[in-house]
């Protein structure tokens, strides 16, 4: 099992098939953690932050604190266990910390108060050995002493450290690199290693595996260190000792914090910000960010890559797309080199003046030929014979140059379709060409040959062709890959193993051992052929055999995609979609950016014959959650509490402890199994007969290919169908011991020893003869009992109901008074502002009248010709008003929104003139022309309310929002 810090969130254990998460709800003093160890004994060791030093033996999580630490001192940074068993932490601020038995004591390292801060631990040439922020110490059983280099200086930045199976100490410094280490006297004798020319890599943790490394930084990914160069996969440079996993290859960061081998090739790498990675092993590796087609190898083991887009190259220095003049559109279907080393290339849908066929000098594209020389554009395959002729299949046919000269064949010579996908030369010098509709044709002299559906192949589409030493040949199509000897054909599909019909393309290994083919569903390797009787012959056994031979074999197959575990899915149709470089490394071209470029070593693939071992993790009953701590008379309070919190999510009440044990009253054990908490020498009584086993096989390189298969003895008459579900439900288990067995099959299809889990259930009480006599007096009185406890139950309903009438009838009574009340008050208040509007509106009126007597007086009596309009003004002005008063005065049409207007004969030149002459004083006082005009088809009499119009215009800033439209009459007026 593997188990992880993390930053905040506590602690995980992965069992393959599960994380199991443990917080400080479950009894960790801090969810913080720095270091974490597991001891030979199966107890974890957990350093955290602020809260000290936490031991978990499997059931119960205890802490402990260097005397007189605070806060941050109470940090434990790293923790390991010697060759003796011991156990010793480094701290932040207190030193060594070595725990042996009940004992623990606190030892300075470096500084004389011991004050050290530790980074790491490391065990070689029989010492302990550790980094601190002062240097490194050396300690030799009795006293530390430090260590200093050759020029006398202190090491105070090795930030982790570790050694390989061959004794050599290897320091990784968080100021970036790497260093061999070896001691002569009391000096270290140093060795720098930059892993990355003129980068600075800095390291944060180092783990072996074997004499190799794992480095994880926090700048450049993970590494992975060989000091022989047998793991490097640069391309074209098997001397280079570095193989680095980045962003490149599919990690979601490049800094990492953490790195953890597990136990069958697989690696865990802990992010900063990007949770928890797993890398499967050193077989499959990605590079993603291109969509690539065409794949081709130089002299210089460059690997260059025909992409959607552009032409790229893989070396040592990693992945780089070339930027020429050619530009970097279009799609590369076909990438090759030429005699001359240079990297030749046909491509499609790009500019019509750029596309054929290309070559690539190192800095810029050039066409290899003249357009007008050229007889098409788009190219899917290029091919250069034994004599060096230039052979390219199109969209028009074939072409072959040779002596500057053109020889195109189509359809018309012979061909079975104009489309070319492929052609290859045979031993014999003959071209054959693989057609999109029109079969394989078979090109010999001035001969062409072309075999269809009509002569057995399975589909006409065929995407490539090959041949093996001895003559037979492989032909990939859109319904199978088939055989061909000369005379017939086999196809061999889905049914036979295969993970897609559509085979896009087939390479023979370059030991003439294996037959890859690339299928849109991944691809699969056949690595021999096995007979009627299970006898298997190696692949190449048949090469030259006739089909009805090679009928009686079925092939031996691995199938490589995403359904088996592995991180590829279609392969592309174009050349060399599959590649395999001249160190037997395959490389696959996908049809995704996700997947990208795949790089497959069968070498590294580790087809473990050992077995995984399985784990029952849980024994439920009734298929319900079940702490058995809880039942455990002997139990402290503190196991119970954490137990439960990590059955239920929290710890329950003391009531629902009390409910379970007296529910599972019959049910009794002797002690229970650490970590997985599972029940021993398990008695169950048969009221609770029904029992839930939940099961793990530990493989956490490819956890979903493990299968499972069980049986309980007695119960099941043999094992179930191998199914990837992990748990298995019984029920109505009869009286009487029995046997509960499982085993696990590893994804290289190893079985494991079946586990077994004993257990008994008892007797029921009704198989006894008395038991009927008791049934009789317990069914009578379960009836009685019943109906006293219906009528119990009625009884108490009809209370209920009749509280609860009594209740909501004086609700609504409350109710119904407060809703009165309120209705009163509003009336109240309602005639109260109708008393005082017409109070007002009387008293106004009072005052009103006598203006308009006195104006109308004035009017009558003898006065100057320039006050006459003075005077029409003020009785004009106290008609309007006198109208608002009225309006006031009618509350209810005002409430419900409606105001009448008059319809009666006006002249609206004389309104707007009695307006002018009103304001006419203010605008003399301010000395501003007051201009009243008229537009032509105003009409001269209305129909309307004059009032309301010389309100609108002696009022337009307040009227504007109120009126926009009126009309009178028939005819409407624009205000």
Not at 360 to 374: A, I, K, N, T, Y
Not at 434 to 448: A, Q
Not at 634 to 641: F, G, K, L, Y
Request: hydrophobic content about 35%.
């Amino acid at each position: 099992m593997l188990w992880f810090g993390t930053n905040g969130a506590g602690v995980s254990r992965y069992d393959g098939h599960s994380f199991v998460n443990f917080t400080m709800a479950h009894g960790l003093p801090d969810n913080t953690i720095l270091s974490i160890a597991a001891a030979g004994n199966g107890d974890i060791w957990i350093g955290t932050s602020t809260g000290g030093l936490c031991h978990f033996d499997g059931q119960r999580f205890t802490t402990w604190n260097v005397p007189g630490a605070t806060g941050l001192g109470k940090g434990f940074s790293c923790i390991r266990e010697g060759p003796d068993g011991v156990i010793w932490c480094g701290t932040r601020g207190h030193g060594i910390v070595r725990i042996a038995g009940g004992q623990r004591d606190v030892m300075p390292v470096i500084h004389p108060q011991g004050r050290d801060q530790v980074r790491d631990i490391a065990f070689a040439q029989g010492a302990m050995w550790v980094s601190t922020y002062a240097g490194i110490a050396r300690f030799d059983g009795h006293v530390f002493q430090e260590v200093k280099d050759a020029n006398g200086s202190v090491l105070s930045d090795a930030e982790s450290m570790a050694v390989t199976k061959d004794g050599t100490i290897w320091l990784g410094h968080v100021s970036g690199g790497l260093t061999r280490a070896t001691m002569q006297g009391d000096k270290i004798q140093l060795e720098h290693i930059a892993l990355i020319s003129d980068e600075t890599v800095k390291v944060s943790q180092l783990v072996t595996d074997g004499n190799d490394l794992w480095i994880a930084s926090t700048t450049h990914g993970a590494l992975r260190y060989s000091p022989s160069g047998k793991d490097s996969d640069n391309v074209g440079d098997r001397s280079a000792t570095v193989k680095r996993l980045s962003t490149a290859n599919g990690l979601p960061t490049d800094q990492l914090l953490s790195v953890v081998p597990g136990t069958r090739g697989d690696v865990w790498f802990g992010t900063r910000g990007a949770g928890l990675v797993q890398h499967r092993g050193a077989a499959f590796s990605n590079y993603r960010g291109i969509k690539p087609i065409s794949l081709a190898q130089d002299m210089n083991g460059v690997l260059w890559i025909g992409t959607t887009n552009s032409l790229a190259r893989l070396d040592r220095r990693g992945l780089q797309v070339q930027q020429g003049s050619f530009g970097d559109r279009g799609w590369n279907y076909s990438v090759s080199i030429d005699p001359m080393d240079r990297v030749g290339f046909g491509r499609n849908m790009a500019d019509p003046g750029k596309q054929g066929m290309s070559w690539f000098d190192g800095r810029d594209h050039h066409v290899m030929q003249p357009m007008e020389l050229r007889a098409h554009t788009d190219y899917f395959w290029t091919m250069h014979d034994r004599k060096g002729r230039l052979w390219a299949g199109g969209r028009h046919g074939l072409e072959r140059w040779a002596d500057g000269m053109r020889t195109t064949w189509s359809t018309a010579q012979g061909l079975g379709s104009d489309l070319v996908l492929s052609a290859i030369e045979d031993d014999a010098g003959a071209i054959w060409v693989g057609t999109d509709g029109g079969g394989v044709s078979r090109m010999s002299g001035d001969s062409i040959t072309t075999w269809t559906t009509t002569e057995g192949l399975p589909n006409n589409v065929v995407w490539s062709v090959l041949q093996e030493a001895r003559g037979t040949r492989w032909i990939t199509t859109l319904a199978g890959l088939c055989r061909f000897d000369g005379q017939s054909f086999i196809t061999y599909t889905t049914q036979d193993g295969l993970p897609d019909d559509n085979i896009n393309q087939a390479l023979l290994a370059r030991d003439g051992k294996a037959l890859y083919a690339g299928t849109l569903n991944g691809f699969a390797v056949i690595t021999g052929w096995k007979d009627a009787h299970g006898n298997v012959r190696p692949f190449d056994a048949l090469d030259g055999s006739p089909n009805d031979s090679a009928a009686r074999y079925a092939p031996v197959l691995e199938v490589y995609n995403t359904a088996t575990g592995f991180p590829v899915k279609d392969v592309q149709t174009a050349e060399h979609a599959l590649f395999e470089d001249r160190h037997g490394v395959l490389w696959v071209a996908t049809g995704s950016d996700k997947s990208g470029l795949v790089r497959f070593d069968r070498k590294a693939m580790q087809h473990d014959a050992e077995p995984i071992r399985v784990e029952l993790v849980s024994v439920a009953l009734h298929n319900e959650p079940t702490c058995w701590h809880a039942l455990d008379a002997n139990a402290d309070s503190a196991t119970i509490d954490q137990q439960e919190a990590i059955a239920f999510g929290a710890t329950r009440a003391e009531e629902a402890r009390l409910r379970d044990r007296d529910r599972f009253g019959g049910v009794s054990f002797s002690g229970i199994a650490p970590h997985f908490a599972v029940p021993q020498d398990l008695v169950l009584d048969y009221r609770n007969n029904r029992i839930a086993f939940g099961f793990v096989g530990i493989e956490t390189s490819r956890p979903e290919l493990v299968e499972y298969q069980w049986k309980l003895e007695g119960y099941d008459s043999d094992w179930n169908a191998p199914t990837r579900n992990t748990s298995a439900t019984y029920g109505n288990i009869d009286e009487g011991d029995h046997s509960f067995k499982v085993r696990a099959k590893s994804p290289d299809g190893v079985w494991s020893e079946p586990l077994e889990y004993r257990f008994r259930v008892l007797p029921p009480l009704h198989r006894t003869w008395w038991a009927f006599v008791s049934y009789l007096i317990l069914v009578a009185g379960a009836i009685a009992f019943i109906i006293r406890r219906r009528t119990a139950v009625l009884n108490a309903q009809k209370i209920r109901l009749e509280r609860t009438v009594s209740e909501r009838t004086e609700e609504l009574r409350v109710k119904k008074e407060e809703a009165d009340e309120q209705r009163e008050r509003a009336e109240l208040s309602e005639k109260a502002k109708e008393r005082f509007l017409a109070n007002m509106s009387h008293e106004i009126r009072t005052p009103m009248n006598a203006i308009m007597g006195m104006s109308e007086i004035l009017k009558n009596r003898p006065h100057a010709p320039e006050q006459e309009k003075y005077i029409n003004a003020i009785a004009q002005s106290s008609e309007n008003l006198l109208v608002i008063i009225n309006d006031i005065l009618d509350l209810t049409k005002i409430d419900a929104g409606r105001i009448d207007f008059e319809q009666v004969p006006f002249e609206p030149r004389t309104v707007i003139g009695n307006v002018r002459d009103i304001l006419q004083f203010k605008a003399d006082e301010k000395r501003i022309a007051l201009v009243v005009e008229f537009a032509p088809d105003v009409p001269r009499t209305l129909i309307g309310d004059p009032t309301r119009l010389n309100q609108i215009v002696m009022n337009p800033r307040r009227q504007r929002d109120r009126v926009h439209r009126t009309r009178i009459g028939n005819d409407p007026c624009s205000l």
